[in-house]
Each structure stands twice: as structure tokens, then as C-alpha cells.
T-cell receptor
Framework: GAGVSQTPSNKVTEKGKYVELRCDPI?????LYWYRQSLGQGPEFLIY????????DSGLPNDRFFAVRPEGSVSTLKIQRTERGDSAMYLC????????????FGPGTRLLVL | GNSVTQMEGPVTLSEEAFLTINCTYT??????LFWYVQYPGEGLQLLLK?????DKGSNKGFEATYRKETTSFHLEKGSVQVSDSAVYFC???????????FGAGTRLFVKA
């Protein structure tokens, strides 16, 4: 079946603009995670959803970052007033249940803030 | 807090050489431990995992043993291939938690 998909694959924006990054998890997966990966680093946890609710958003760096998952499937990561330091690869992953430890990752969205 | 430290790369080996990538962790309780791999142009994928002390995870000829006494989870392969060239990430998930903590990654180059 289809894996986790993310759109767009690349996003270039200007400092101060608003961006939305989309994640389509594997069908039937109730757990969804967002990570941020800077060049030469490992993924850094941002937020975790179980169903429609954010069970843990402690990794969001500040209040410019927000994520939603209104119907328990597709999720959108929203970044307001982007800064150059937000440039990174944003990864989404899903798993069957929150306690299932195998996460399936999408290909990522590379965000560049000029 | 929980953390993962893995050896810096890049690691360059000739085909059929023995591979070790060191990984140590800091965590309370009994975390689950993972190795993920990222092949060029592809997304992260789980390579192997171990959920309790002395467990050995294995896949595609790679192995790693959960050593609680040394807080380590070193990745090994007896004979690497060119197709193993990738970035390898050690990771842990704490007891009862949702977060997976990743190391910085180790890039492996295998020469024919």
C-alpha cells in the first residue's frame, strides 16, 4: 500500500511569510509524529498526535509553530512569521497505534527561508 | 533527560569489511532502542530494534545488542556491501513516552 506522503517536497519562502506543510499518513495509522531535521543532525521531535488530539507538543520550538489533525488522518504543520533558522527538513511519521514502536517516515519537506 | 550519542562519521570501508558504529545512551528506566537507516534520496526507515536488556535486534545482516550495563547499542555487520552506503541513526524511546530521541547520525561510505 501507499506509504507516508508529504507535500510539498520543497518549499522556498521569504522571511516573515506563513507556510503550511502537509502530511498524509498510512491509512489506518492513528499515531502521527512531526520531526525537524537540520543538516548533519538527527531528527528532532516536534509534536505527536493520537487521533485528532495533540498528545505531546513539547517539541514545538515556539508559538509560531502549530499543527492540526482535524479528522485524525491528514496533518498540517503551520509556521507563522518564518525565520531563516526555520530552514530544515520537516519529517512526518505514522504508526498503527501510539504504543507501536515502528514508525514509518515520509520523504520529508525541505523548507528554505530566504 | 534522555539522550543518544553515536560515533561521528563519515566511516569509509571497503566492500566485505567489518562494520561497527558505536552508540551509547542516557535514559531513566528501560527505553526501547532502535537503529534507523536513510539511504540516498530515500526516507528514514527502521533497520532493527530491541526493547529490553540483552535483546539482540537483527535485519539485513546487521545486528545490535541492548547492553544495559554499558548503556550501549552498537551496530555491527560482518561484511558490508556498496549498497549499505547510507546514514545510520541510533535512537531511543523512553519508558511510557511518545518521543523518539535520535543521535546525530553516522554516514557510511562503502567502496567497491
Amino acid at each position: 500500500g501507499a506509504g507516508v506522503s508529504q507535500t510539498p517536497s520543497n518549499k522556498v519562502t521569504e522571511k516573515g511569510k506563513y507556510v503550511e506543510l502537509r502530511c498524509d499518513p498510512i491509512s489506518g495509522h492513528t499515531a502521527l509524529y512531526w520531526y525537524r531535521q537540520s543538516l548533519g543532525q538527527g531528527p528532532e521531535f516536534l509534536i505527536y498526535f493520537q487521533g485528532t488530539g495533540a498528545a505531546d507538543d513539547s517539541g514545538l520550538p515556539n508559538d509560531r509553530f502549530f499543527a492540526v489533525r482535524p479528522e485524525g488522518s491528514v496533518s498540517t504543520l503551520k509556521i507563522q512569521r518564518t525565520e531563516r533558522g526555520d530552514s530544515a527538513m520537516y519529517l512526518c511519521a505514522s504508526s498503527v497505534r501510539f504504543y507501536q514502536e515502528t514508525q514509518y517516515f515520509g520523504p520529508g519537506t525541505r523548507l528554505l527561508v530566504l | 533527560g534522555n539522550s543518544v550519542t553515536q560515533m561521528e562519521g563519515p566511516v569509509t570501508l571497503s566492500e566485505e569489511a567489518f562494520l561497527t558504529i558505536n552508540c551509547t545512551y542516557t535514559a531513566t528506566g528501560y527505553p526501547s532502542l532502535f537503529w534507523y537507516v536513510q539511504y540516498p534520496g530515500e526516507g528514514l526507515q527502521l533497520l532493527l530494534k530491541a526493547t529490553k536488556a540483552d535483546d539482540k535486534g537483527s535485519n539485513k545482516g546487521f545486528e545490535a545488542t541492548y547492553r544495559k550495563e554499558t548503556t550501549s547499542f552498537h551496530l555491527e555487520k560482518g561484511s558490508v556491501q556498496v549498497s549499505d552506503s547510507a546514514v545510520y541513526f541510533c535512537a531511543l524511546k523512553g519508558t511510557g513516552g511518545f518521543k523518539t530521541i535520535f543521535g546525530a547520525g553516522t554516514r557510511l561510505f562503502v567502496k567497491a
